[in-house]
């Protein structure tokens, strides 16, 4: 059968709704911002710390140093250095410039200008930290705003307790972690949009076969149904989308040519007796002259209205089935009883071909059915197996239970079917016709009833047949735990 493609073209003529892609886009951009405003923030503040402890280190040294020049002689604190020395000369010289040195009432011994643009310490503050006993590091601000890192603590000398502080002004490392806060805060909405960017081209084309499947969806009809989705061989979900959407459109596709095959056979079958009346009405107009004449032809043409009339009725009682407006009552049955009473109403039928009509049934096989569908069900079985069978042949019903299954059997070695038409034969009006003798011409709907019969109780039919050896058709249904005994008879 011919089948269109719809392959990537559409995908790519049309976008995807742009709901779904703007939220999925946004998402993206939210979670990055998240995740790099939550890494920005720790590698900020794993930076101060690092700083920080630097700094320390750097004042530790200063702090020695100051132990190492600032000397008690003669009850003071004096600077010892050899100011010819320039290394010596140059760290006192250092050492000094922002220092500040108080006895312990907070009386200045020495106090640089330097100090002094960062404020020099309270009494409290000087007072606190000499009894601590112990140095302490903060952070002070200069007049223009620059930072400071203060070293100060209690300082022994003369057999006084002085307390000294000496500050380092903080050099550019200082400032790392607030430079790259600046420099993150800057890139980060850049960062964003190019990530929107991406994000909005990556789902739109996660979401072109969605779009795919949408734009194919709304092309179909009952003259395309022929219509199959390339698929994307991923085998994801959108992949499997395609599969889905390609499956239903096989199921609807082969709906519509079985519901355009019925519509055909139809009225195919409803007009060969119409067409059959009106000629034999014609012949019978032109030709006719005795009353005889007439009555011949009026009972030719009868008997193609009843034709007539048993297909459309037929065809009627199929379609309620089908559209479930046939309620099943169903009541445990034993399907030896009704094979029985079906089979009596075939024996003068069977007698005069001189077949052989066999029962064989296990006992207490009893299921669940509505007994006139059931009926229904055997009698279409066993009026094709008398009707097809030649003459001398055998036809035999067997029914027995297979684990939770009841099976009906009806076979028989007449003509058999050949192997093609099996997969047809309980479609609607399918007939296997050759040398069909026009006289055992059915309507082709018995099958399809037993089928539907078959199915409306929870069960299925199924056909073995060769040609020149027979067939079996072989009825399976739910069977019923009930006991023979307890199932209604008769
Ligand atoms: P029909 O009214 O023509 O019997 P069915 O639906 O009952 O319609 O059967 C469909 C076709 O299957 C028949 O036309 C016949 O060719 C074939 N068929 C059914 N039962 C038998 C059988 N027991 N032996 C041979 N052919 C059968």
Redesign the pocket.
Known sequence: MAQSTVGGDLGRAGRPAPGLRTRLTLSYVLLFAIVMASIGFTFHQALVVIVHQQAERLLDGEWSALKGFLRSRDAELVWAYDPEHPEEAFTVEQLRRVFLLTTADGEVVEMSNGYSSIGRESVQTIRSVLQSGRTATVKRRGARGEVYMVRMGPYGGGGKTYFAAIGMKAGETERIPSRMLAVYAVSMPVMLLAIGILGWYASGRALSPLHRVAAAAQTVSGGNLSLRLERLGTGDELDELIQTFNGMMERLEANFEQMRRFSMDASHELRTPLTAIRGQLEVAQLTARTTDDFRRAIAMALEDVERLGRIVQSLLQLAQAEAGQIRLNLEPEMLAEVAARQMARFEALAESKRLSLELEASDGCVALVDRLQMERLMD??L???V???QEGGRVAVRIRREDNEAVIE?A?N????AAQ?LPH?????????EG?KTA???????????HWIARAHGGRVT?E?KPGK??T?RVRLPAHPEKSGEARAG
């Open positions: 279409n079985l009026s094709n197996a009707k097809y069978t009806v028989d007449g003509p058999g079917i038409h034969i309980f479609d609607k009006f399918y007939r296997v016709r069909e055992s011409r059915g309507v082709g709907l018995g099958l399809a009833f037993v056909v047949s027979g067939s058709f």
